[in-house]
Nanobody
């Protein structure tokens, strides 16, 4: 049984900052990928930032230089520091954890981020 729980969403004005947190709890599995995706109304879910077990990271172009992903692998925790927020960053942000070896993916329930102009 794996539970993925996000926290830290909220409402801010443009230019503000938020920090999202996520923890994947499992007594059985380790995870080789953890990351953040987002879905805005009427749009498909898209990758925001991911981090792999080897320490590498990847970001979508629109957030490079503004968002930073970090993790505590020992605790299966991942964070997303979001600075310089823009109205177009408004979306529900989801955390994903991928099980090492098996490849199965688990998703959190999502946390709303709203940026007003």
């Amino acid at each position: 049984q794996v539970q993925v729980v996000e926290s830290g969403g909220g409402s801010v004005q443009a230019g503000g900052s938020l920090r999202l947190s996520c923890e994947a709890s499992s007594r059985r599995y380790s995870f080789n990928l953890m990351g953040w995706y987002r879905q805005a109304p009427g749009k498909e879910r898209e990758l925001v930032a991911v981090t792999l077990s080897n320490g590498s990271t990847d970001y979508t172009d629109s957030v490079k230089g503004r968002f930073t992903i970090s993790s505590n692998k020992a605790k299966n925790q991942v964070y997303l520091q979001m600075n310089g927020l823009k109205p177009e960053d408004t979306a529900v942000y989801y955390c994903k954890a991928r099980v090492a070896g098996w490849g199965h993916e688990y998703w959190g329930q999502g946390t709303q981020v709203t940026v007003s102009s």
